[in-house]
């Protein structure tokens, strides 16, 4: 069955990294993982995207290990700003390419 | 660069009537995506294209969901006849072809059906 596992909510102070993981089994080998940020009455916003091992950027950094069964959006030093829902994509490979959001986590940051 | 274009932005009807959603990617992007985003939960892809081509429509529900992409840019996704659970945000992305993977979104049109 695909299907993708990310905690429904995380509590964090300014200033703390955060550590957020999406667990999905049976992802397209060839395909990448993607994570997105999605505040109130918004669209998603691409924050990065991996295929294996460690990607940084200049907002985030995501960690992928060699089995591909999971992934984990670290957030450095976490501001108010960042409080908005974070969500996983994927493609399943079900005899189809099935693109497949993550249920989102929320993120909570307080002062 | 100019972001995709949604609309309207809101919309109420009644249960078994029609509606229809406009998307205006953005300029030069091949692949476009139409999800459902019921509160509380992810997005759900219904449909994508590839230009004006169906590249995956498997969890479009196509007894009352339609969408078309005509010349390759602009897209509408229509909904006839409304239920009560078509209640949600529709959100239209893109991407381009070199970055695949990284989809730009729209606002949204939150729909509510009574």
Same mark, same amino acid.
């Given at each position: 069955?695909?299907?993708?596992?990310?905690?429904?909510?995380?509590?964090?102070?300014?200033?703390?990294?955060?550590?957020?993981?999406?667990?999905?089994?049976?992802?397209?080998?060839?395909?990448?993982?993607?994570?997105?940020?999605?505040?109130?009455?918004?669209?998603?916003?691409?924050?990065?995207?991996?295929?294996?091992?460690?990607?940084?950027?200049?907002?985030?950094?995501?960690?992928?290990?060699?089995?591909?069964?999971?992934?984990?959006?670290?957030?450095?030093?976490?501001?108010?700003?960042?409080?908005?829902?974070?969500?996983?994509?994927?493609?399943?490979?079900?005899?189809?390419?099935?693109?497949?959001?993550?249920?989102?986590?929320?993120?909570?940051?307080?002062? | 660069?100019?972001?995709?274009?949604?609309?309207?932005?809101?919309?109420?009807?009644?249960?078994?009537?029609?509606?229809?959603?406009?998307?205006?990617?953005?300029?030069?992007?091949?692949?476009?995506?139409?999800?459902?985003?019921?509160?509380?939960?992810?997005?759900?892809?219904?449909?994508?294209?590839?230009?004006?081509?169906?590249?995956?429509?498997? *969890?479009?529900? @196509?007894?009352?969901? &339609? =969408?078309?992409? +005509?010349?390759?840019?602009?897209?509408?996704?229509?909904? *006839?006849?409304? @239920?009560?659970?078509? &209640? =949600?945000?529709? +959100?239209?992305?893109?991407?381009?072809?070199?970055?695949?993977?990284?989809?730009?979104?729209?606002?949204?049109?939150?729909?509510?059906?009574?």
């Amino acid at each position: 069955l695909a299907k993708t596992t990310q905690p429904i909510s995380m509590d964090s102070y300014e200033g703390q990294e955060v550590n957020i993981t999406c667990s999905h089994n049976n992802i397209a080998t060839n395909d990448y993982i993607t994570w997105y940020q999605q505040f109130p009455s918004q669209g998603p916003r691409f924050i990065i995207q991996g295929y294996k091992t460690k990607v940084k950027n200049e907002v985030a950094s995501l960690f992928i290990p060699a089995d591909r069964k999971s992934s984990t959006l670290s957030l450095p030093r976490v501001s108010l700003s960042d409080t908005a829902v974070y969500y996983c994509l994927v493609a399943f490979d079900t005899g189809r390419r099935a693109l497949t959001f993550g249920s989102g986590t929320r993120l909570q940051v307080q002062p | 660069e100019a972001g995709v274009a949604q609309s309207p932005r809101y919309k109420i009807i009644e249960k078994r009537q029609s509606v229809a959603f406009w998307c205006n990617p953005i300029s030069g992007h091949a692949t476009l995506y139409w999800y459902q985003q019921i509160l509380g939960q992810g997005p759900k892809l219904l449909i994508q294209f590839q230009n004006n081509g169906v590249v995956d429509d498997s *969890q479009l529900p @196509k007894d009352r969901f &339609s =969408a078309e992409r +005509l010349k390759g840019v602009d897209s509408t996704l229509k909904i *006839q006849p409304a @239920k009560l659970e078509d &209640s =949600a945000v529709y +959100l239209c992305a893109s991407s381009g072809r070199d970055r695949a993977y990284e989809q730009y979104f729209g606002p949204g049109t939150r729909l509510t059906v009574t």
